[in-house]
């Protein structure tokens, strides 16, 4: 697996390095998933309006079942009939370290909110995620915003941006 650094001066708080990945997703509807990397697994959410540069928008992120590290950067068609069933390209991936004050995403998840800095090929900078306090059945909500930084963009557009950051890989999206 090659590097997923994309800043020369990365991390800098000297923390261990952490991969994420956003992967785009045509299952029921097209909605992307966004997953930290989190001690052995990759902590995820469906965000079904993929994640805003806009400072000034919050995105709902709905918490999902944790996935293996291995799925880090799966690109493919999951088949007709299985879980996810639809396809899937690596939006985009990178490196992120923790910036708020738990220092450890595991305590900021568990407390609700994570602050951290992304170094992603399309997203970078400042983001936080965090837990509302209302959840539909069994469904734990929680929102992505965009910290406004000199990498906020305004009235940003995901599908501004389709290709895969890993491939290149144009999507066809639903059949």
Do not use: C
Not at 25 to 43: C, K, M, Q, T
Request: proline share 7%; net charge negative.
């Amino acid at each position: 697996m090659t590097s997923a650094s994309t800043s020369d001066a990365g991390p800098r708080s000297g923390a261990p390095r952490l991969r994420f990945v956003v992967q785009k997703h045509w299952a029921r509807s097209l909605h992307y998933d966004f997953r930290l990397e989190v001690g052995p697994v990759l902590v995820s959410w469906a965000v079904p309006k993929g994640p805003s540069k806009d400072s000034h928008v919050k995105r709902l992120a709905i918490h999902v079942e944790d996935h293996p590290i291995d799925y880090l950067l799966f690109e493919g068609t999951l088949p007709e009939g299985e879980y996810g069933a639809g396809e899937v390209i690596v939006w985009d991936f990178g490196e992120y370290e923790v910036t708020g004050p738990a220092g450890d995403a595991a305590v900021a998840l568990t407390d609700g909110v994570l602050r951290f800095t992304l170094y992603g090929r399309k997203l970078r900078g400042q983001w936080t995620i965090f837990r509302t306090k209302t959840a539909q059945g069994s469904r734990e909500n929680w929102l992505l915003q965009k910290i406004r930084d000199e990498f906020a963009e305004t009235d940003f557009d995901p599908e501004g941006e389709p290709a895969s950051a890993l491939s290149g890989k144009a999507p066809r999206g639903p059949r």
